[in-house]
């Protein structure tokens, strides 16, 4: 029985050969005449809940235990950061239109208004990246810099 992404297995014996005998999803189709969507949605699974019921226990269901499988693992979404550009007096505006051409693959019209937009306001925002993606561009704008020696700043911020 199928229910809003969770699985139940009322056979006892199948669930305990599903999580016993490591069968693949192709073995268990075979064996399990009848429960295909099961044997399929246990294929799929990665965290397993065995919920049991005392066998000699009064349970209402005769003794049988149900395996109960989640069938969707939920990702999170990274966390956004921005990579900003401070503005200095002593970097080239033309050094920074090539930088965020070069390394933030901008046209030069865009490259430009960013350009701009740091030297009248102090600060300009040159992509919205996950963190790992974002300290690697800012790593090496700034690794760029030092050897074309340019005093030139980057920070990341959260979005």
């Known amino acids: ?10 056979d006892v014996d199948l669930g305990e050969k599903i999580m016993n005998t ?17 044997a399929r949605a246990v294929g799929k699974m990665k965290d ?9 226990g009064d349970d209402g269901r005769g003794g049988q235990s149900q395996l109960v499988l989640d069938s969707r693992t939920k ?10 550009m401070m503005n200095d007096d002593y970097t080239p505006m033309e050094f920074v239109v090539h930088v965020l051409q070069h390394f933030f693959n ?6 430009t208004a960013i350009m701009l937009n ?3 306001r102090g600060v300009g925002v040159c992509g919205v990246y ?11 704008v700034m690794d760029y810099a030092r050897q074309n020696e340019h005093p030139l700043q980057l920070q990341l911020e959260k979005e």
Do not use: N
């Open 1 to 10: 029985m199928v229910q809003a992404g969770v699985v139940i297995i009322d």
């Open 22 to 38: 490591g069968m693949s999803e192709t073995e268990t189709k075979c064996s399990c005449s009848g429960s295909k969507a099961a």
């Open 48 to 56: 397993v809940e065995r919920l049991s019921a005392d066998k000699e």
């Open 75 to 84: 990702t999170k979404k990274p966390s956004m950061y921005k990579v900003l």
């Open 106 to 111: 901008m046209s030069g019209s865009q490259a």
């Open 118 to 120: 740091v030297h009248r």
């Open 130 to 140: 996950s963190y790992e993606v974002a300290e690697a561009k800012a790593t090496k």
